[in-house]
C-alpha cells in the first residue's frame, strides 16, 4: 500500500538554525509529492509541490524541497528558521495510478525558540 | 483570497446519531475531498467526487457514509449512526478539474467531531 513516512515527530530549533525535515514514500510509479504546513490555529497551507522537472523545488517562505528518486525521499529544508515558521508539517504524496488522493506522513511539529 | 470553509467547527454527538458535516467549496473549483484526522494519528483520505459522483473512495468510507452536493455551494459528509470510533477531525479540499494533470487541494480548517 501507498505510504509516507516522516522521520522526526518533534523538532526543536532556535532562530537562524537550518532546517531538514526527512518525508520517504513507499514506492515509485509517477510520484506528485506536496509538503503542506499547518500553523497554530490555521488551516492547512502548501508550501511546495513537484510534479516533474527540477527535482530541487522551491517553495514559498524561503523553503525547498529536493525530490531523490533513488532514495523515495522529498526532504525539505529552510537555511535559517525564524520564530514563525513554529507549525506542524506535513509531507504528503498521490500516485498517478490512485487518483488524486493525498496520502499523508504523520507530520512534525517543529518549535523555533526565539 | 478565496478559501474553502467548513462548519460547524466542533460538533458533539452522541453515539448512534447522524451527524452532517458541511463545506464551501472555492467556487470554481470541481474536485471535492473529505479527509479526517483521529488524535494522534495521520491525516486519512475518506473519498473525492466530482461530476456530482464519488470517485474514489477508501476502506473506512463504509457504508455508514455519504457524501452529497445539495446545491451549487455546498458539500456535505455525513455519518449515518456514529461510532465512538468516528470522533476525529473533518478536513474539506477543494481543488480545480484538471483532467490528468494534478492540481492543488486547498483545505478547509476542519470540524472536530467528538461521539460520547
Known amino acids: 500500500a501507498q505510504s509516507v513516512s516522516q522521520h522526526n515527530h518533534h523538532v526543536i530549533l532556535s532562530e537562524a538554525a537550518s532546517l531538514e525535515l526527512g518525508c520517504n514514500y513507499s514506492y515509485g510509479g509517477t510520484v506528485n509529492l506536496f509538503w503542506y504546513v499547518q500553523y497554530p490555529g490555521q488551516h492547512l497551507q502548501l508550501l511546495l509541490k513537484y510534479f516533474s522537472g527540477d527535482p530541487l523545488v522551491k517553495g514559498i517562505k524561503g523553503f525547498e524541497a529536493e525530490f531523490i528518486k533513488s532514495k523515495f525521499s522529498f526532504n525539505l529544508r529552510k537555511p535559517s528558521v525564524q520564530w514563525s515558521d513554529t507549525a506542524e508539517y506535513f509531507c504528503?504524496?498521490?500516485?498517478?495510478?490512485?487518483?488524486?488522493?493525498?496520502?499523508f506522513g504523520a507530520g512534525t511539529i517543529l518549535r523555533v525558540k526565539s | 483570497e478565496p478559501e474553502v470553509t467548513q462548519t460547524p467547527s466542533h460538533q458533539v454527538t452522541q453515539m448512534g446519531q447522524e451527524v452532517i458535516l458541511r463545506c464551501v467549496p472555492i467556487s470554481n473549483h470541481l474536485y471535492f475531498y473529505w479527509y479526517r484526522q483521529i488524535l494522534g494519528q495521520k491525516v486519512e483520505f475518506l473519498v473525492s467526487f466530482y461530476n456530482n459522483e464519488i470517485s474514489e473512495k477508501s476502506e473506512i468510507f463504509d457504508d455508514q457514509f455519504s457524501v452529497e452536493r445539495p446545491d451549487g455551494s455546498n458539500f456535505t459528509l455525513k455519518i449515518r449512526s456514529t461510532k465512538l470510533e468516528d470522533s476525529a477531525m473533518y478536513f474539506c479540499?477543494?481543488?480545480?478539474?484538471?483532467?490528468?494533470?494534478?492540481?492543488?487541494?486547498?483545505f478547509g480548517p476542519g470540524t472536530r467531531l467528538t461521539v460520547l
Open positions: 479540499a477543494s481543488s480545480e478539474a484538471s483532467g490528468l494533470v494534478w492540481l492543488e487541494q486547498f
Open positions: 504528503a504524496a498521490a500516485w498517478a495510478e490512485y487518483g488524486n488522493k493525498l496520502v
